[in-house]
């Protein structure tokens, strides 16, 4: 059974802006990034063509995972603000034509909050089922949490030891484990309630919707998936019913999967599908360069055929029933600036920005922040996390414009070097990268084949070669984009058009002589051009 709701119609020209809070901007001199500090930038996250914001968890937590471990899912974390300061952002942005989006961590919270405590004391109790537990503290189950309590049992985590899970139920449960509880356990349906409550707190509060923190870990044991299709279809139905602009944004990185069960975007990024990873890579080896094998790689070692394989693959199952995001980053990741220069991130953005479905801007990545390497741990930030997490560069002022508080009690330490970019000297550079993602988004609001809902078809992508040249099209108009991430020179032959207007290029040429288009790109270069006439293709 396919999916049948309609995403929101907002969603059509879309464009998000990912908000780490507590790196962004701090209003009170604390160290740490605030929701006023949010409204004070939304003039400037407007500029940029962002039409709405996600914001990473601002929750009551004891902030074991930056917020991602949460103690009290009703109230804003007094380090960011209140309850009413949120009311306020969404205020806010909705004066400017803008929504809100809130990270939803559905799967699990703080081993400190109220239920979980509840959960954990050895008498029976109406939290006793919130949570998967096992029947005794000597079953040995993998990846179960043992004798951190008075209760008989251990308890399963989601992700770190203080994360557990909260109990969505088993799809099929073994009869052996009785411990296992099916998905029409009265408690885990209380569950099910409960995050249902919470979304519309917040809904009623202002919000717009919800990414979804590790969507597809709900239900367990749910090998087809059913379960987690059932799950989500309950939720989307019910906002279709009474927040019908609401929108679902899933970590999945499954879209057909993901899309299929309720969500209106889905990310396909570093897990489950190979597609973002065998464009981009994430800088998780090569000794903190670029990953090797992967196709935006100045060697030329990548092959675009197997990212576009995936890609079409989830492109056409999910094509207007949702949307697929290839962010330019976010928390969990290495920034791609790791190991690229500004030259390679400019190609990268002609891509990300000219794809279909919805793009999603990772702080910072509009003027090229860099990754900080070496890095101690701040809040379960761990390897390779910690240095895209790293304050957002406003200015030369102290600690980059982020923060008046001494340089010790920043949330994490800034880019120190001189050179390190900035908002307030990009806006003073047309040529900025910053000057060239406005432009990008401009282009892509002027010319609706380059946004959202235009569909998608390679033009020039063979196996194991460069550059990759597609078209996109809406209505009888076409536009084609070409890019080449490597260091040598290319030209190469593409189908015949009748006229070609260039939108925006570095070092790319596309000429007509009679038959024949021609291409030609020096090193590491990019073109966007309206073209007409277009008929064959050459991949």
């Known amino acids: 059974m396919k999916n049948t709701h309609p995403p929101p119609a907002w969603l059509k020209d879309a464009v998000f802006y990912?908000?780490?809070?507590?790196?962004?901007?701090?209003?009170?001199?604390?160290?740490?990034?605030?929701?006023?500090?949010?409204?004070?930038?939304?003039?400037?996250?407007?500029?940029?063509?962002?039409?709405?914001?996600?914001?990473n968890p601002i929750?009551?937590?004891?902030?074991?995972?930056?917020?991602y471990d949460i103690s009290d899912f009703y109230q804003v974390a007094p380090r960011y603000g209140t309850n009413r300061d949120l009311q306020r952002l969404c205020a806010e942005a909705h004066r400017r034509g803008m929504r809100v989006c809130l990270d939803l961590v559905a799967g699990h919270s703080s081993n400190q909050h109220p239920w979980f405590l509840a959960s954990a004391k050895p008498e029976k109790n109406k939290y006793s089922d919130w949570y998967v537990w096992t029947d005794s503290a000597w079953t040995s189950e993998t990846g179960a949490v043992r004798g951190c309590s008075e209760r008989d049992g251990g308890y399963l985590p989601n992700f770190f030891c203080f994360q557990p899970a909260l109990n969505y139920g088993h799809a099929k449960p073994d009869p052996k484990k009785k411990w296992q509880l099916p998905v029409t356990h009265p408690a885990v349906q209380a569950v099910r309630r409960e995050l249902k409550n919470i979304m519309k707190f917040w809904l009623d509060l202002g919000a717009d919707g919800f990414r979804v923190d590790m969507a597809s870990s709900l239900v367990r044991g749910d090998a087809d998936g059913a379960g987690l299709r059932e799950l989500w279809r309950f939720y989307r139905q019910w906002l279709d019913r009474d927040y019908p602009e609401a929108v679902l944004i899933?970590?999945?990185?499954?879209?057909?999967?993901?899309?299929?069960s309720g969500f209106d975007i889905d990310f396909m990024i570093h897990f489950n599908e190979p597609a973002y990873y065998k464009l981009l890579g994430t800088a998780w080896e090569a000794g903190g360069g670029v990953a090797t094998q992967v196709f935006f790689d100045r060697q030329g070692r990548g092959d675009v055929a197997e990212f576009l394989s995936s890609y079409l693959r989830n492109f056409r199952a999910t094509r207007g029933r949702g949307y697929i995001s290839l962010p330019t980053g976010n928390h969990d990741f290495p920034r791609h600036s790791r190991g690229r220069a500004e030259r390679d991130l400019r190609v990268i953005y002609a891509m990300l920005f000219t794809m279909p479905g919805v793009p999603f801007i990772y702080y910072g990545d509009e003027i090229g922040m860099k990754y900080l390497e070496n890095l101690t741990s701040k809040e379960g930030s761990y390897q390779n996390r910690t240095g895209t997490r790293t304050p957002m560069q406003w200015d030369s002022a102290r600690n980059a414009g982020f923060s008046t508080a001494p340089p010790a009690k920043l949330y994490l330490p800034v880019d120190g070097r001189a050179a390190a970019p900035t908002v307030a000297r990009q806006e003073r550079d047309p040529q900025s990268l910053l000057n060239l993602t406005r432009r990008l988004l401009v282009l892509r609001r002027r010319h609706p084949a380059l946004g959202n809902t235009g569909d998608f078809r390679p033009v020039y992508a063979k196996k194991k070669s460069y550059p990759l040249v597609y078209e996109r099209r809406l209505n009888g108009a076409r536009?084609?984009?070409?890019?080449?991430?490597?260091?040598?020179p290319l030209q190469v032959t593409l189908p015949a058009v009748a006229g070609a207007e260039k939108l925006e290029a570095l070092d790319a040429d596309l000429t007509k002589r009679g038959t024949k288009t021609t291409l030609t790109m020096k090193p590491v270069s990019f073109g966007i051009w309206s073209v007409a006439g277009t008929r064959g293709s050459a991949h």
């Open 18 to 55: 990912q908000i780490y809070p507590q790196s962004f901007y701090d209003t009170n001199g604390d160290g740490i990034g605030d929701l006023p500090g949010i409204i004070a930038k939304l003039d400037y996250i407007q500029s940029l063509g962002v039409t709405a914001l996600w914001l």
């Open 59 to 67: 929750f009551t937590s004891p902030f074991g995972d930056a917020g």
């Open 250 to 260: 899933s970590e999945w990185s499954n879209p057909r999967r993901a899309i299929g």
């Open 479 to 488: 536009c084609w984009v070409a890019v080449n991430p490597t260091n040598r």
